[in-house]
């Protein structure tokens, strides 16, 4: 009220001023939550969606790719050697030592069994195939480690997905699935 | 210039009824008729005229192309393709559109190197600039929402790769790219906002060219010698002299438009857009359109990690640190003198800067690999080093011409011994940058 007036006591008006004025700020705030709310993914791209994919015809060296949320998931069924040469990879060679596989804990390292379905399943390798750089689609058995290579930035990946050379920092990620009976993978 | 009182005198019994309610034919008359501007205006003082003219062409035609374009992912690269073949003079407006904005991308880079070369953006005019800068950068989003309207693959993969710079910020990236693209990946939601805000964002951009424009008219304008106005002699009226020279720098300007869109309509678009967007298939080179490519040569060009900050935050760093130089120009300059004229030593940096400028828009267009990283790796440098280390240092160490007087003298001097040509706003032809 009287701004020249320094050594006045806070009074009731003060109080009503900073009280009505913070009813205004909450009042703006919830106002514009509902004009940036639904901006965010609505109810029908978020229910997750998941895919069931027969994989009984993938013979050993043969991949199959789907659509997931929108993005393409690489489902493969490695080889012998290409699951060889990534076994024999050491994690201090790794740019990104973390398996990024969502059925496992965070911190999994990123050997080449986490990186797989698993025990007994080392052959199959299931991941988003979304480049962890800028999300384009890396192209399956190219570059040097004859894993995939992404054209966009020139991001390399070796047969376990996993981030080798190049711009993008992160392994390409594992999404949640199971084998739902021994030739049916069900994604999300 | 702004302080010199107006000399409007309405003639008419309508216009004073008028101007003493709503002084708008004193605001027109004031601010393009009797305004003064410097004698010494060169060419490279046309773009503003022309830039406004390119502003009001492409909401024209985006208004017009809005009426028969659909943004829903099914139909989008349909109705566009339908637009080219049945919409009534419908090919003629999309080229309009689609070159122009090109065109203004041109308008645009002339006239911001035109403020570099001839140091426009010094006191008082920082805040000219600023707006202008704030210009430029909604024009990048317009023009990169506007080339993700047709669903081309190029579209596509291009909102896919800049939503993803997103992704590069710490914690909050994620959100912040499925916020953009109201999806996990762009489809249906991303292309009917982008619609939205490609239509919003050319008025936000009128909106801030009026206080450009106001801006302006209060500091008034620079020019190539860089002396300030001082007295009346070193001005000329803006109408006849800057609206003649003006008129004839657009038409000359849309000779060129008219012979893009006439002769080589797709000279400047990549074939791959006439391909409807696969979300499956990446296009073997994803380059954005011409006028971000230095930008992205130098996103590309971060391939290490720089202690905590991996490679992919880096590069985005990197590229929005680029733009974000130029809003710092007016306090990286050190020197005095404005014009790079009268400044040796800038001249050269100027135009080894334009080099760098062009190489690094041809690298962007390259794949990322081989001597290609390397050649951007160094030309990323000096593109930071011009801003950070030679505009600083060069205005403490260089030694600049001498200054004339006045624009007058300049003007004077430049005609000497020539004939009595009537020198006020001709332009010699070394100073037309």
């Given at each position: 009220m009287s701004a020249t007036d320094e050594t006045h006591d806070p009074n009731r008006r003060d109080f009503l001023y900073i009280a009505t004025g913070m009813a205004g700020v909450v009042g703006a705030a919830s106002v514009a939550w509902p004009f940036i709310d639904q901006m965010q993914p609505d109810a029908s791209t978020r229910a997750l969606a998941s895919v069931e994919v027969d994989v009984a015809s993938l013979q050993p060296g043969m991949s199959l790719t789907v659509k997931w949320r929108g993005k393409p998931v690489f489902i493969r069924n490695r080889t012998p050697e290409e699951v060889k040469a990534a076994q024999?990879?050491?994690?201090?060679?790794?740019?990104?030592?973390?398996?990024?596989?969502?059925?496992?804990?965070?911190?999994?390292?990123?050997?080449?069994?986490?990186?797989?379905?698993?025990?007994?399943?080392?052959?199959?390798?299931?991941?988003?195939?979304?480049?962890?750089?800028?999300?384009?689609?890396?192209?399956?058995?190219?570059?040097?480690?004859?894993?995939?290579?992404?054209?966009?930035?020139?991001?390399?990946?070796?047969?376990?997905?996993?981030?080798?050379?190049?711009?993008?920092?992160?392994?390409?990620?594992?999404?949640?699935?199971?084998?739902?009976?021994?030739?049916?993978?069900?994604?999300? | 210039m702004s302080e010199g009182h107006s000399t409007y005198t309405p003639k008419t019994g309508i216009g004073r009824w008028f101007d003493a309610r709503m002084p708008?034919?004193?605001?027109?008359?004031?601010?393009?008729?009797?305004?003064?501007?410097?004698?010494?205006?060169?060419?490279?003082?046309?773009?503003?005229?022309?830039?406004?003219?390119?502003?009001?062409?492409q909401i024209l035609?985006?208004?017009?192309?809005?009426?028969?374009?659909?943004?829903?992912?099914?139909?989008?690269?349909?109705?566009?393709?339908?637009?080219?073949?049945?919409?009534?003079?419908?090919?003629?407006?999309?080229?309009?559109?689609?070159?122009?904005?090109?065109?203004?991308?041109?308008?645009?880079?002339?006239?911001?190197?035109?403020?570099?070369?001839?140091?426009s953006y010094k006191a008082p005019r920082e805040?000219?600039?600023?707006?202008?800068?704030?210009?430029?950068?909604?024009?990048?989003?317009?023009?990169?929402?506007?080339?993700?309207?047709?669903?081309?693959?190029?579209?596509?993969?291009?909102?896919?790769?800049?939503?993803?710079?997103?992704?590069?910020?710490?914690?909050?990236?994620?959100?912040?790219?499925?916020?953009?693209?109201?999806?996990?990946?762009?489809?249906?939601?991303?292309?009917?906002?982008?619609?939205?805000?490609?239509?919003?964002?050319?008025?936000?951009i009128a909106g801030v060219v009026v206080l450009h424009v106001w801006a302006l008219h209060v500091v008034g304008q620079s020019n190539p010698t860089g002396i300030e106005v001082k007295s009346k002699t070193d001005t000329v009226a803006f109408t006849p002299y800057a609206t003649i020279k003006d008129a004839l720098g657009m038409v000359v300007f849309l000779l060129f438009f008219a012979y893009f869109i006439?002769?080589?309509?797709?000279?400047?678009?990549?074939?791959?857009?006439?391909?409807?967007?696969?979300?499956?298939?990446?296009?073997?080179?994803?380059?954005?359109?011409?006028?971000?490519?230095?930008?992205?040569?130098?996103?590309?060009?971060?391939?290490?990690n720089i202690g905590p900050i991996d490679s992919k935050l880096g590069g985005v760093l990197a590229m929005f640190g680029a733009i974000a130089m130029l809003f710092l120009v007016p306090w990286l300059d050190t020197s005095k003198v404005r014009s790079a004229v009268y400044r040796p030593w800038y001249k050269l940096f100027f135009w080894l800067f334009v080099a760098n400028a062009i190489l690094l828009g041809w690298l962007g267009s390259r794949p990322a690999e081989g001597a290609y990283v390397l050649m951007a790796q160094m030309a990323t440098l000096f593109y930071f080093a011009f801003f950070l280390v030679i505009l600083p240092v060069l205005g403490l160490i260089e030694t600049p011409r001498r200054l004339p007087n006045s624009i007058t003298e300049a003007v004077l001097e430049k005609n000497k011994g020539g004939s009595g040509h009537p020198a006020g706003a001709t332009a010699s032809p070394e100073t037309k940058g």
């Open positions: 024999e990879v050491k994690l201090e060679e790794l740019k990104d030592p973390l398996a990024r596989n969502a059925n496992l804990a965070s911190d999994a390292q990123a050997t080449d069994l986490d990186r797989s379905a698993g025990k007994g399943k080392e052959n199959w390798l299931v991941m988003v195939g979304v480049c962890t750089h800028l999300g384009c689609i890396p192209l399956g058995q190219q570059g040097e480690y004859n894993g995939w290579f992404c054209p966009c930035h020139g991001s390399v990946y070796d047969t376990s997905g996993r981030i080798r050379k190049g711009p993008a920092p992160e392994n390409m990620a594992v999404p949640v699935f199971s084998f739902i009976s021994d030739t049916k993978i069900r994604i999300g | 708008l034919p004193r605001l027109v008359y004031d601010s393009f008729i009797a305004y003064p501007v410097p004698r010494n205006l060169n060419y490279m003082w046309t773009f503003g005229g022309i830039l406004s003219i390119m502003l009001v062409s035609t985006g208004i017009v192309l809005a009426m028969h374009y659909v943004s829903d992912t099914s139909l989008a690269f349909g109705s566009v393709e339908k637009i080219m073949r049945d919409v009534n003079q419908g090919w003629l407006l999309r080229y309009m559109h689609s070159n122009g904005a090109s065109f203004f991308f041109i308008a645009v880079y002339l006239h911001i190197f035109r403020g570099l070369y001839y140091g805040l000219l600039w600023i707006l202008g800068c704030i210009i430029y950068l909604l024009m990048m989003a317009t023009g990169f929402m506007g080339y993700v309207l047709p669903w081309g693959q190029m579209s596509f993969w291009g909102a896919t790769v800049i939503t993803g710079f997103f992704t590069a910020i710490p914690v909050v990236g994620n959100w912040i790219q499925e916020l953009l693209l109201g999806g996990f990946a762009v489809d249906n939601p991303t292309l009917n906002r982008f619609f939205a805000l490609h239509y919003l964002l050319p008025f936000m006439f002769y080589i309509p797709n000279y400047l678009g990549h074939p791959d857009n006439y391909i409807v967007a696969d979300p499956l298939k990446t296009p073997a080179h994803i380059v954005p359109e011409w006028y971000f490519l230095p930008f992205y040569a130098i996103l590309r060009a971060i391939t290490f």
